[in-house]
């Protein structure tokens, strides 16, 4: 075999990466990247708020809607951050002038990256660059209202941008144990999210033997997918095309590989020492494709490096077409309203329910008459005396008769020879009780 001289000439010509950071979220994701080195790309962040741009890292700082917000954010609203955003136009123009590829890092849900990102595509893409736009939505316990505001940004940011790349939250969750800290819960998502820009700088920018194109990235993984796939492996060892293989495959994204058999196109990058071999490359695609569909479009790009220590790595990207839906809510701005879903014109219409029978029935008059007036007695017969009216007899009801009680009459004592003492027909010696009885009182 006769070895060729590697020319510059054919390395690959610079891309032009930028990567711009939108909102608290893609801040904080952009000062991650800043500090693990982002592969000679460009690092950039954009904010309403100005205390989060004071405390990154990055190079270049653009505060985004002076007017409109003050620096205080947007408090998550989306309409407040579309106007930060036309407020800043220009000034975003001249950020992403020149740049051949950007990628787009933001949460949606909130109201700088929902409002602003769509906004920023548009910019870049009108300037001639390809716009990546990687963006996360929101846990489910955050809410309706931040789920339809998210959707909304997805279906804006798939009009303006050529690959959307989205990652749902709760699914990052299951990066780590249930149990763990909500700091390592963290941490394992923005690795995820970093590991994911890298490694597809890592394939634009992959050479010999088996490049992978643009063309065939945006193939893969464009269209405005509402889910994107998304594993990575390393490993090394005698067992290492294996173990990174598995490694890649146990990702919760890919939901242990089972969701690969949904994707209509798949990307499968390999990259090891130069002592990668022939017979790995051939058996990680012989278990690989075990998971794909037979009609999915397989792209396969294998890049060596000249660190001959360096680990066997295998990167699985995706999507498959499952919408983000969420209901509008009342009060929501009109701009964050979902569209009614269209229906085809073959579509069979609604069986219109038959009237009921109803029973004849004497029809109501609209104005009833009113009853007669009562005739009012004349004055004389209003003067006249009225006769009392004879009480009710009351229901009859046996007599009860009380008996007297029969006394014997009391001799006089002493007084018997004595004369009685008469007055007014009584004899005052008799006792009263004795006098009384059988009068009427």
């Not at 050529?162 to 299951?174: G, K, P, T």
């Amino acid at each position: 075999m006769i070895p060729y001289p590697r020319s510059e000439s054919s390395l690959p010509t610079a891309l032009g990466i930028r990567i711009i950071g939108l909102g608290n979220a893609g801040v904080h994701l952009a000062d991650r990247l800043a500090m693990a080195g982002a592969a000679g790309a460009d690092v950039m962040v954009m904010n309403t708020d100005a205390q989060s741009l004071a405390s990154s890292v990055a190079p270049l700082k653009i505060i985004l809607g002076p007017k409109v917000t003050r620096g205080l954010g947007t408090g998550g609203d989306p309409e407040v951050g579309f106007e930060a955003a036309r407020e800043s136009r220009e000034e975003i123009r001249r950020a992403v002038e020149g740049a051949g590829l950007v990628f787009l890092c933001a949460g949606l849900g909130g109201g700088t990256g929902s409002g602003i990102a769509p906004v920023v595509a548009e910019i870049a893409r009108e300037s001639g660059a390809t716009v990546f736009c990687l963006v996360t939505s929101p846990f489910a316990f955050e809410g309706r209202r931040r789920a339809a505001q998210s959707a909304e940004a997805l279906t804006d940011l798939a009009r303006h941008a050529d690959a959307l790349i989205h990652f749902e939250n709760d699914r990052m969750a299951e990066l780590t144990a249930p149990r763990s800290g909500i700091e390592e819960t963290f941490a394992a998502s923005d690795t995820t999210l970093i590991n994911c820009i890298i490694s597809l700088i890592a394939i634009l920018r992959g050479g010999a033997p088996m490049p992978v194109g643009l063309a065939d990235l945006l193939a893969a993984i464009g269209g405005g997918s509402a889910r994107t796939l998304f594993g990575r492996g390393e490993a090394t060892g005698e067992n290492r095309a294996h173990e990174a293989l598995e490694r890649a495959l146990k990702s919760p994204l890919l939901d242990r590989g089972r969701l690969l058999d949904e994707s209509h196109a798949v990307i499968a990058h390999l990259s090891g020492p130069p002592s990668l071999s022939f017979a790995e490359v051939a058996a990680i695609m012989r278990e690989l494709t075990k998971h794909i569909a037979d009609n999915a479009a397989l792209f396969l790009g294998v890049t060596t490096t000249p660190d001959p220590s360096a680990s066997v790595s295998v990167t699985i990207l995706g999507n498959y077409a499952a919408g983000l839906e969420a209901p509008a809510l009342p009060g929501t701005p009109a701009r964050l309203r979902a569209e009614p879903p269209n229906r085809s014109a073959t579509a069979s219409p609604e069986p219109v329910p038959e009237p009921v029978a109803i029973p004849d029935a004497e029809p109501k008059p609209l104005f009833p008459e009113s009853p007669a007036p009562e005739e009012k007695p004349s004055v004389a017969a209003r003067q006249a005396p009225r006769e009392p009216k004879p009480a009710a007899k009351p229901a009859s009801q046996p007599k009860v008769k009380q008996e007297t009680l029969q006394f014997e009459s009391v001799a006089r004592g002493r007084f018997e020879k004595s004369e009685p003492t008469i007055v007014e027909g009584e004899d005052l010696d008799v006792p009263s009780f004795l006098r009384m009885r059988g009068k009427t009182p």
